[in-house]
Every structure is written in C-alpha cells, then in structure tokens.
C-alpha cells in the first residue's frame, strides 16, 4: 500500500521524524524535536504528514530502541503542539491500533516499553477528558481499565500535554504576577528611606518577597523537566531578575537593621557607680540598723533628690561666681538631705563630717568650674560621680568616728 499512499518519510517533517528515532542515535536530539514541532505548527500538512511518519515508525517494528525514540518524540509533539495535531493521536484508531498493538501479549514486549505506553494513554486520558473533541484515548483507557490491566504508578503532570489544558497558559500568568511584583519591590526599595519606612510598607515587602521566593522554587523544579526551550529560557530569564531583586531587598534589610539599631550610652548609672556599703564588726553601741539606715539614706540620695541636686547645681552655675556655687551645692544637696531625714524619721549622722566629704567633692571640680562657666560638661560630672562613690565607700569611718566619740 505504500506506493498507493506514499512514503510518509518522504515529507520534510517525516525526514526528520526518520532521523530522530534512528537506532544509530546515542540519545535524543531535542533540538530535532523541537524542530519537527515547529513544522506540525507552522505547515498546514504538518499534522498529518507527522502523525503518519510516527504511526510507520512504530506499528510492527521489531526494533525496541526505534520505537522507544518514536514514543518520545510522539509525547514531545503532544506537549508542544496543538489541536490539529491532537485530534489526531487521540482517536480510538490510533491509540488502539498503534499504542495498544505495540505493547500485545503476542508480541512480547519489554516492560519499558509496556510501561512508556501505557503512561502515555493515562496521561492523555487524563489531560483531554474535558475537551469532546479528544475523548478517543479516554475511551481506550477506561476501557481497558474495566478489563483488569494495570496502569503503572505516574506522576501526571511528568506526561500530561504540557499545552493542554492551560498549563502553559497558567505558568505565563504566574510569571506575569511574579514579573509584577517584582516591579513593585523595586519601586519601594527605591523610594523608602531604610530607617524611617513604616511598618505597613515592610510588611507589603515582606509578603511579595515570599510570593516571589515560592514562585522561584517552583521554576527550580520546572526547568529540569520541560522540552520546550522557549519556555525553559522564559524561566531562566525570570529567575535572574528574582535574584537581582532579593539582592536589593537583602541590602534594604542590612540597611534598616543597622539604621534603627543606635547605640546608647547611659551617662548617670549610678547603680554601677555607688558600690554598696561593707558591714564590719564593731564594739560601738551603734546599732547594725542604724548603720544601715545610713547607708540607705546615702544610697537613696543618688536618685530624685541628687538629679535635684544636680539640676540645679548645672542652672545656678551661670549665674553665681565661683565662690558662690559651691555654697550653693553645699546648702541644696544638706536641703535635700534633710527633708528625706523628716520624712523618714531616721537618725542623721554627722553633718560636720557630711559637708566637708561634699566641700571635697565640690573642690575637686573647682579649676574645670573656673575655666568654663557655661556648665557642667560629661567629662566632669563623670568625674563627679566617681569621687562620690568613692566617698561613700569611707562610710565606715564615719561609724567608727562616731563609736570612738561616744566612748
């Protein structure tokens, strides 16, 4: 019947069909593939002139590794081609008297191939069961189905058309919203300052990076599986603009965690500068109460009533000579002293002792006093507060003053 109906590898796809499914191959020519899916495309014979090179190619041959580069090139075309091209592979014709006829009992088929045929009609099932046109392939697999065969265990979507139904179309919206919120990132990152963004704005950026990271894993798993080389560059394309983008926001991230991280420094800790009062043994008729009561009054002085102190020791400096501010400080810090004496009831201690401890204090800022009038800078209240915590620690002569003196 050939000289009736003519050599199907004659026709130029069926030439290149002829080449790509020659045993002498290594392994697959994708390129040539590619190319017999873009001639069934592009010519108005391409369909047919295909689907009859493929059908020759497989129907009663005996050669295993021919027939196995026919099937591929046959689920290539399913994927990269249309509906002209569909409707052909999926009647009942072809599926029953090629696909079925090549893996019969009586032909003692290898499992690989019995397997590679098999998933293909289930794949095809699977993928034109909506579509009316297509419904050939699915009626060979129910029915054979219904007669006990087993299909072996695939995952769909490794031999569904890519082309139908929509998966093609579905990846190109999904790029097309990734692309989007790309865009979006970029203008944000270019328009907020890293320090004062708001928090409204981070979190929008914090939801289209991971929009953007779950779309890139799924083009790291799509890439090694597609044919299409269009579409496999499409994805490559995409995925080097994601990663520009992640760089630009991880430096937007650097930026604001270094920006709202200042470093403070607390100038008037005085919990680290006042050491707390040692208890020695004594033989006065001092009580330990009372000796504690003294340490917690001189304690309790370093918070509000010294920042009294303090306050307005820094305001009268600019306004009192030299000889007069150490008068003053004397007279605040004793006021303050004693109005926490009233309201506690405590014993006071000596005040004669008490005042020249704070004419020491005062003497020691004295010559930086008399060189800058305008107040009192860090440096020298620092130093302050180190000469008081020194002086409170001589508490203890105090109380052993105050034995000796009531012996």
């Not at 046959?74 to 014709?93: A, D, I, Q, Y």
């Not at 865009?183 to 950026?205: F, G, I, N, R």
């Not at 597609?226 to 992640?246: G, R, W």
């Not at 507060?385 to 052993?400: D, F, G, Q, T």
């Amino acid at each position: 019947m050939e000289f009736l109906t003519g050599n199907p590898f004659t026709t130029p796809v069926g030439q290149r069909i002829e080449y790509a499914t020659s045993s002498s191959l290594q392994s697959e020519d994708w390129a040539l593939n590619m190319e017999i899916c873009d001639i069934i495309n592009e010519t108005e014979e391409g369909p047919r002139d295909a689907y009859k090179a493929i059908k020759k190619r497989i129907v009663g041959n005996k050669n295993v590794r021919e027939v196995m580069l026919a099937l591929t090139v046959l689920e290539v075309c399913v994927k990269n081609c249309g509906h002209r091209f569909h409707v052909l592979v999926s009647t009942r014709e072809f599926v029953e008297g090629v696909l079925v006829r090549a893996i019969l009992p009586k032909n003692n088929p290898p499992l690989v191939l019995h397997d590679r045929v098999l998933s293909l009609i289930q794949a095809w099932a699977d993928a034109f069961r909506s579509s009316p046109a297509l419904t050939g392939v699915v009626s060979v697999y129910e029915d054979l189905r219904r007669k006990g065969l087993e299909f072996p265990m695939t995952e769909l979507d490794g031999y569904s058309p890519i082309h139908t139904p929509n998966r093609v179309k579905k990846l190109k919206t999904d790029l097309g919203v990734v692309r989007g919120n790309l865009t979006v990132m970029s203008d944000m990152m270019s328009q907020l300052d890293p320090a004062t963004a708001k928090h409204s704005d981070t979190e929008l950026l914090q939801e289209l990076y991971a929009a953007c990271k779950d779309m890139q894993d799924t083009i790291m798993e799509l890439v090694p599986r597609l044919s299409e080389e269009k579409l496999t560059e499409e994805l490559l394309v995409a995925n080097d603009e994601i990663n520009a983008t992640f760089t630009r926001y991880q430096r937007f991230q650097r930026q604001r965690a270094t920006q709202q991280s200042p470093t403070y420094v607390n100038l008037i800790d005085l919990s680290a500068a006042i050491k707390p009062v040692a208890t020695a043994p004594t033989h006065c008729h001092l009580s330990r109460s009372t000796v504690d009561t003294v340490s917690s009054q001189m304690t309790g002085l370093s918070m509000r009533e010294f920042d009294e102190f303090a306050q307005n020791r820094s305001i009268s400096q600019t306004q009192q000579r030299p000889s007069e501010r150490n008068e003053g400080a004397a007279d605040s810090l004793a006021q303050a002293q004693n109005t926490r004496l009233q309201n506690t009831g405590t014993i006071p201690v000596s005040q004669t002792s008490v005042m020249d401890d704070i004419e020491k204090w005062l003497d020691v800022d004295e010559e930086d006093d008399m060189a800058d009038s305008e107040g009192v800078t860090s440096e020298e209240f620092d130093k302050f507060l180190a000469e008081r915590a020194r002086a409170a620690e001589r508490l203890p002569s105090l109380k052993a003053s105050s034995c000796d003196n009531n012996h």
